[in-house]
């Protein structure tokens, strides 16, 4: 991995910046509360339409940080911190397409989105029980037999 973060990491990052600029002149100026992020790549030209979704995904493509992710896992010689600056890297750019998509969901979606993810935390095969609980049983249960030297199976 090169000594820079990647180029979609660095572009997000500063639209980000100035977006955060914009809306505090407009705070401060009493103007319009609604912006979108400028963005002046490949993958877009002016302000980022929501709505078109190619486009917004092309904004927020994590191919490259994903690509020297796996590149520095599989390369027992890479230092840990490249993987963990392009681990970042990915996450970060996913929060940022996620956030910014949540400015424009309808009040209608994002009540249908939260009742349906408390809906589905409460059951009993839900994400809570099976994904979080078993995680946690299932690294005890290896942690208890490694140190009494049983094999688990998954």
């Known amino acids: 991995m090169s000594s820079a973060p990647a180029q979609k990491f660095s572009d997000r990052v500063e639209d ?10 407009l705070a401060t100026s009493g103007g319009s509360g609604w912006y979108s992020l400028n963005t002046e ?24 940080a994903n690509k020297t992710y ?3 896992v599989q390369q027992e010689d890479k230092p840990y911190r490249d993987m963990q600056a392009a681990k970042v890297q990915g ?3 996913s929060a940022f397409e996620r956030d910014l998509g949540m400015r424009y969901r309808t009040r209608v979606r994002m009540s249908a ?13 839900g994400p809570i029980n099976n994904g979080i609980m078993n995680f946690v049983k299932l690294l005890l ?5 490694a140190t ?4 688990v199976e998954t």
């Open 148 to 151: 009494t030297h049983k094999t």
């Open 141 to 145: 249960q290896r942690g208890e037999d």
């Open 70 to 72: 796996l590149d520095a």
């Open 113 to 125: 989105h939260s009742t349906a993810r408390l809906k589905t935390h409460g059951l009993n095969n």
């Open 91 to 93: 996450d970060v750019l």
């Open 16 to 25: 980000l910046r100035n977006a955060v600029g914009i809306a505090a002149d």
């Open 41 to 64: 790549d490949d993958a877009n030209s002016g302000y980022l339409n929501p709505f078109d979704k190619e486009k917004f995904q092309k904004a927020f493509d994590r191919e490259e």
